[in-house]
């Protein structure tokens, strides 16, 4: 089962994959389509407010972040699952998605906090469902002192498309097991 999906007029079928018994999903991977990830950068972008910087969580919004990063030529963060050995001084939170079958966790250091400190930042991710990975990008630019200029991703599953603080170019419905729309 498949489902076809339009972002801002680039055509893609997803295939849809089960979460739980009562809930399926269409899976949205940008990893290795170039054409899409530098698309779905350039129309973020254009609907994007001014910003210092941009930062994703780890790992499937790694493409986008940089494709916008380089389009904008802006640097970009990335919230790390774990703390590396470089990393010294770490502000973390605890986080649970409704991919992922435990409870991670995002992380930066003090030193990408100093940098992020005062700076208007765009928080992006390669899909937003419940909120809970881009809540806790925002807890961290948050703490680090930084301002979120705005939430962007290509799609918004569900009802997140109509939340009113994120900037979606299109939106991916949840489904039954026949590959209905819920």
Not at 141 to 154: D, S
Request: proline share 3%; aromatic share 8%; glycine share 6%.
């Amino acid at each position: 089962m498949t489902y076809e999906i339009d972002l801002a007029g680039l055509k893609r079928q997803l295939p849809i994959c089960k979460v739980t018994d009562n809930l399926y999903i269409g899976a949205f991977v940008m990893f290795g389509d170039v054409e899409l990830t530098e698309h779905c950068a350039k129309e973020l972008l254009a609907r994007a407010p001014e910003f210092d910087y941009i930062i994703a969580p780890e790992a499937k919004a790694i493409p986008l972040a940089y494709e916008m990063s380089r389009q904008s030529g802006k640097k970009y963060f990335i919230t790390r699952k774990h703390a590396k050995a470089y990393m010294t001084d770490i502000f973390k939170v605890d986080v649970r998605s409704i991919t992922t079958d435990a409870e991670q966790t995002l992380i930066i250091d003090s030193v990408d906090a100093e940098e992020m400190h005062g700076k208007r930042m765009l928080l992006v991710d390669d899909v937003i469902s419940t909120g809970e990975s881009i809540h806790a990008v925002e807890k961290l630019v948050e703490e680090a002192g930084g301002i979120v200029a705005a939430k962007a991703t290509p799609l918004a599953e569900g009802d997140s498309y109509y939340r009113k603080d994120i900037i979606a170019l299109g939106q991916l419905p949840l489904f039954n097991a026949d590959g209905s729309v819920k």
